[in-house]
């Protein structure tokens, strides 16, 4: 049995910034094997579980990418090292942030800058530019240079603390929570009969590249495919209308990147199970693993399907586990129901 709230703290306080994805697959790997699910790893860094179905009629790929947001090192300058980023940041979180400089060794940092009394007056209350932080690790000189060098990569040092109402607080959870949710599926799908082979792939560099969920659906040619990531859940100061609340259950989207039969099929199956869901509008092609899938080779149904998420891309993301809870089953039992006739003639098209 899967302790999914010991897993998503060790997933969420590994470090696997785009392209250094090592440390949360070693975890990964160390899970499929106790529940005894086969795995490999691509030429690109994906790693991919694979369970075989019992007729092996279909190909299903779920996809969840492991890699977090980070920095990286642009100059080291006497005793502060400048950085840029990986990813998407909204620099007005940074100042004060710590962090882990991964160089020679591990060392421990600190987001600095000038203090809003030494600038001029008309700057005081500005958002700094990124240009005027730097990362402040105690060293100096030439031993700071002995340690760190341009090109390393910095991540967040963040633990994952528990908050009421079942709900989690930690760096990485975007896209943790999705990896800690592919990991019990395939729990699930033990207990469970499933006619498709069902392909786990565990993505690398969604955040910058997308290079993950390109490749492997090239390679595995999947008959469907179900992206799994998180979204942004109402938080405070939010409009009234959005749609998506914290504990209310994974998001089923639907749009243009979304497959019609797919996504009317899972709605279905939520509803006869009684697993709690709700619907999210995304006009365009998503900022998710969805896109890549989408348009491989001769085009592949995908759907995504994302757990909701307050504070996107800072280190304090917070998640709902019945929400993750959810999200198993709902996936779980889409892939106990899938059949060789679901796809027979339809396009994107209705």
């Known amino acids: 049995m899967i302790d999914l709230v010991w897993l998503l703290k060790r997933l969420s306080e590994a470090a696997g910034v785009s392209a250094q994805e090592k440390s949360p697959k ?3 790997k160390e899970e499929l094997k106790k529940i005894s699910v086969q795995f ?3 030429r690109v860094g994906n790693l991919i579980a694979f369970k075989e179905g019992k007729r092996k009629s279909g190909k299903v790929m779920l996809a969840a990418h492991i890699d977090e947001i980070g920095l990286i090192i642009t100059l080291i300058q006497d005793t502060v090292l400048r950085f840029s980023t990986i990813g ?3 620099t007005r979180i940074l100042p004060g942030q710590e962090v882990m400089v991964y160089g020679r060794k591990p060392l421990k940092g600190i987001i600095g800058n ?3 009394h030494f600038l001029p007056r008309d700057k005081q209350n500005d958002v700094l530019p990124i240009e005027d932080l730097f990362i402040d690790v105690g060293l100096s000189g030439n031993t ?3 340690n760190v060098q341009v090109g390393d990569f910095v991540g ?3 633990n994952l603390d528990e908050l009421y109402n079942e709900r989690y607080c930690g760096k990485s959870l975007d896209n943790r929570a999705s990896v800690a949710s592919l990991i019990s ?3 699930e799908l033990n207990k469970l009969h499933h006619e498709w082979d069902v392909y786990g792939v565990f993505t690398v560099q969604e955040e910058i590249t997308g290079l993950g969920a390109v490749s492997s659906s090239y390679n595995i040619t999947p008959d469907a495919a179900i992206a799994i990531d998180v979204g942004f859940g109402k938080q405070a100061g939010f409009p009234a209308e959005h749609p998506v609340e914290l504990g209310k259950g994974p998001v089923i989207a639907v749009g243009p990147n979304m497959h019609p039969v797919l996504q009317k099929s899972m709605v279905e199956i939520a509803k006869e199970y009684e697993i709690p869901y709700q619907i999210e509008a995304e006009p365009t092609v998503t900022g998710t693993d969805a896109a890549g899938i989408q348009i491989s ?4 149904p995908t759907i995504l399907i994302s757990v909701p998420l307050f504070y996107m891309h800072t280190p304090c993301e917070v998640v709902s586990l019945k929400d993750i809870k959810r999200t198993v089953r709902l996936i779980s039992l889409f892939i106990a129901n899938l059949n060789t006739k679901m796809l027979e003639g339809e396009s994107y098209a209705t």
């Open 26 to 28: 070693e975890i990964v």
């Open 144 to 146: 700071l240079k002995r």
């Open 185 to 187: 599926t395939f729990n």
């Open 114 to 116: 000038i203090p809003p």
């Open 88 to 90: 998407g940041f909204d």
């Open 156 to 158: 967040f040092r963040k």
């Open 297 to 300: 080779k001769k085009g592949i």
């Open 40 to 42: 490999s790893e691509d």
